[in-house]
């Protein structure tokens, strides 16, 4: 009689657990929050250099300052949007991230800052970032300079500045008629955007929000670029050449690191649109 009730108690339990069970809501799918740049997104690196943000995944690269002080040397001024670097006229001074994510796979791409600056006085001129990467001559897959200031056609003016980006082992050049209008060394904050398309292998220059210069195809062996590909890209420097943050050996004489400030600085593994670019620029991004 024991044992029989001892079932009949079992078998209770077991039927009250599963109606219990039987009771319990799933979930609805798409019931949580959406991730704007979700993994394998559009946005590939970005930091808005405010020190810290109440976002983790952003804050893991804009608190290197605090995290790694020696990685960024630069001073925190006020931003076009928060905080901001300033750059430094020292030679070896400039920011040191270990990577910028999986950019280097982008077949597209697309950089986008704010910087607020002057034409350089010191008769050489300035590099703004640079993505290191040993399989080119220079040791990098992608940089930016920006010509001294001076009368000289090829020189920046505040109203024009003549620069060269390095797409792996191509120059594109915009320099004397196809220098970037728009004042963007007028000591104010302006909104710059290089454009990579594979599909017809140029760049586009955007300066507050418009379109401003397009260059012409970038070439390799003799056809025209397509698909970028930036062989084993290592660290980005930003504000300055990929010697500047110890990459490898000491800077050559006559490069000097950025002097200006920058804020905003992102990354994409796609190119944008002009309607893309406008709404970064509208909303200080």
Not at 2 to 15: C, G, P, R, S
Not at 181 to 192: I, S
Not at 248 to 269: A, C, N, P
Request: proline share 5%; aromatic share 10%.
């Amino acid at each position: 009689m024991k044992n029989k009730l001892q079932l009949v108690f079992i078998f209770a339990t077991l039927l009250l657990t599963i109606a219990g069970c039987q009771k319990l809501k799933r979930p609805a799918l798409g019931d949580y929050p959406k991730d704007a740049n979700p993994p394998g997104g559009p946005l590939k690196f970005f930091v808005a250099f405010d020190g810290t943000s109440p976002d983790p995944l952003r804050n893991a690269v804009d608190s290197i300052r605090a995290n790694f002080a020696a990685s960024n040397p630069l001073a925190t001024v006020n931003g076009i949007n928060g905080k901001a670097v300033k750059g430094a006229t020292a030679k070896d001074k400039a920011i040191k991230y270990t990577s910028a994510n999986d950019f280097a796979r982008s077949t597209s791409w697309s950089i986008s800052y704010w910087m607020k600056n002057v034409p350089a006085t010191d008769g050489e001129p300035e590099f703004h970032f640079s993505l290191a990467s040993k399989d080119f001559w220079h040791e990098s897959g992608l940089f930016l300079l920006v010509e001294k200031g001076g009368p000289d056609p090829g020189n920046s003016t505040s109203d024009l500045m003549a620069c060269k980006l390095a797409i792996e082992d191509n120059w594109v050049e915009f320099v004397g008629p196809n220098r970037l209008p728009g004042g963007l060394l007028n000591n104010q904050w302006h909104h710059l955007v290089f454009v990579y398309d594979a599909t017809d292998s140029k760049v586009r220059a955007y300066v507050d929000g418009s379109l401003k210069v397009t260059s012409g195809a970038v070439m390799k062996n003799g056809s025209p670029r397509g698909a970028s590909t930036f062989g084993n890209a290592s660290n980005l420097i930003v504000g300055g050449w990929n010697k500047h943050g110890g990459v490898s050996g000491v800077t050559d004489g006559w490069i000097h690191s950025y002097s200006g400030e920058m804020d905003q600085f992102r990354l994409y593994g796609k190119a944008l649109s002009a309607t893309e670019v406008q709404a970064l620029f509208n909303s200080k991004l």
